[in-house]
């Protein structure tokens, strides 16, 4: 029987294919405002994306926060909020003390971040019912990089290889992974190790390529993973390959590569005889009692 955390999985080059084909005309952040993006969670690691890709895109200075974390004295000309649920508790308290304009990006209409944001973008095609967020994930930040100007014919196509091709057995047997990116990849290289950690709890870290030398190397050995989202820095497969240790990469759009980060994960938590569905400890939203 499938999963719905694999059914989800499977569906997101279509959900990406309908993202770039619909993007909001007047609603996300506009070129040259100075914009926050904030999130809680797998929210957050797509904000930091987003962020990057919108800086290196030139449409203006992105910085991205955990909810709780966002610098209030700090003066934005929009806050572009991400929350799956439309319920995450900080993601509401922020958007209900601020006096900037917002924009909300969210799966469920029926939610109080309909009225708590400006402007609301839904994605509704892309919610989940597992716990373990993917598709919704990864459909926003295709619709984000859409707006700012991106091709994403390769990248859908990379999503449909990430989503067929054969998981190798070394992945799903490893004893520990540490996901690298730089730029942009940086978040999704978060997310990969979040996924792991949710959905099969695996021993997992994550790192900007470049700082991986300086200290998390220490522990590459025998049976342990390094998997680089994006390209890899020169000279860090082989000190990798010294250790014993694994090192992954597949030339695949980082965004792609995620997919099959989040389908090991799935067959590391059917190994262990846990369901993917329902990780442990997790709820589909954070929502705190006053």
């Known amino acids: 029987m499938t999963t719905h955390t694999e059914a989800e999985i499977a569906s997101q080059p279509s ?11 007047g609603t996300l952040p506009r070129r040259g405002e100075r914009v926050a993006v904030v999130g809680c969670g797998t929210s957050w690691f797509i904000a930091m994306a987003y962020a990057t ?9 992105t910085d991205a926060f955990t909810a709780s974390e966002f610098p209030t004295g700090r003066r934005y000309d929009r806050v572009l909020a991400l929350t799956r649920s439309g319920t995450t508790t900080e993601v509401l308290e922020l958007l209900a003390r601020i006096d900037t304009a917002t924009t909300a990006i969210t799966a469920d209409p029926n939610t109080p971040i309909m009225t708590a944001a400006d402007e609301v973008v839904v994605l509704d095609y892309a919610d989940e019912r597992s716990v373990v967020q993917t598709r919704f994930a990864t459909t926003q930040l295709a619709l ?9 014919t390769q990248v859908i196509a990379d999503a449909e290889e990430a989503v067929a091709a054969p998981l190798p057995g070394s992945l799903v047997e490893a004893e520990q992974f540490s ?6 990849s940086v978040g999704l290289a978060q997310e990969a190790a979040l996924k792991m950690r949710e959905a099969s709890r695996s021993w997992t870290e994550a790192y900007p390529a470049m700082e991986y030398r300086h200290g998390p190397i220490s522990i590459a050995a025998p049976g342990r993973v390094t998997w680089m989202l994006g390209a890899a820095p020169g000279g860090l497969r082989a000190q990798v390959e010294e250790t014993g240790g694994t090192f ?11 997919i099959r980060a989040q389908r090991v994960a799935v067959a590391r938590a059917f190994a262990r005889g846990l369901n993917p569905d329902e990780p442990m400890h997790l709820t589909r939203s954070v929502i705190l009692s006053s």
Do not use: I, N, Q, Y
């Open 15 to 25: 959900c990406w294919r309908r993202a770039v084909d619909d993007v909001p005309l």
């Open 53 to 61: 890709l919108r800086e290196r895109a030139g449409h203006g200075e």
């Open 144 to 152: 984000l990089r859409a707006s700012l100007g991106e091709d994403l």
């Open 179 to 184: 996901f690298l990116g730089t730029g942009w």
């Open 248 to 258: 992954f990469e597949s030339g695949l759009d980082p965004m792609a590569e995620l």
